[in-house]
């Protein structure tokens, strides 16, 4: 089944355009994205990833379901890769763990080239390094409503304050009055 939603995939998606370059007309309808069969290398990963760039972020994550759909355990390395890819481009696809466990199983293959591992990793070392930003950024995200935090206790102490300061200033003219009329 599974092979055969990845054959269907390459089919429907062999006749497709190049990316738009800065002339073309970005409001045409989506350019499909071709998927490399085995054995295409990185100029397929290049190709993949620039014709995926080039569709609207809901098609993007549509063709993220398809790719996740395609893998299989033992099978072609390269959807696994193409949805690594795909993860690494855009927010939503996937989370990093699952793009480095789909390169680390690509690195397991006897037969990529220097080069092809070479991508592979960096593309962790980036993935890794997408991580640490994304715990930074939820780090920031829990101090930033903790300060929020303190501000509202901050605020309601000083409105306490100022409501105590007007009472204060209330009594010492009332004192003041009533010390004046003793006089």
Not at 57 to 70: G, K, M, N, T, Y
Not at 112 to 117: Q, R, T
Not at 160 to 165: A, C, G
Request: hydrophobic share 35%; glycine share 6%.
């Amino acid at each position: 089944m599974k092979r055969s939603v990845w054959v269907c995939l390459l089919v429907l998606l062999s006749g497709c355009q190049q990316p738009p370059s800065r002339g073309d007309d970005l409001s045409l309808e989506p350019r499909a994205v071709v998927v490399a069969p085995a054995g295409e290398g990185l100029q397929g990963l290049f190709d993949f990833s620039s014709r995926f760039q080039a569709h609207a972020p809901r098609d993007q994550l549509a063709l993220c379901e398809e790719l996740r759909q395609a893998l299989e355990p033992d099978g072609d390395i390269w959807p696994g890769w193409y949805l690594a890819t795909a993860i690494t481009q855009v927010e939503g696809c996937g989370e990093p763990e699952e793009a480095i466990a789909l390169i680390n199983r690509v690195l397991g293959q006897r037969n990529i080239s220097h080069e092809e591992g070479w991508l592979a990793y960096y593309q962790i070392s980036l993935l890794r390094r997408q991580q640490q930003q994304r715990q930074q950024l939820q780090e920031a995200i829990a101090e930033q409503r903790k300060l929020k935090g303190r501000i509202v206790q901050l605020t309601e102490s000083r409105r306490l304050l100022e409501n105590q300061l007007r009472d204060l200033k209330r009594i010492e003219t009332s004192i003041n009055k009533r010390l004046d009329e003793k006089k």
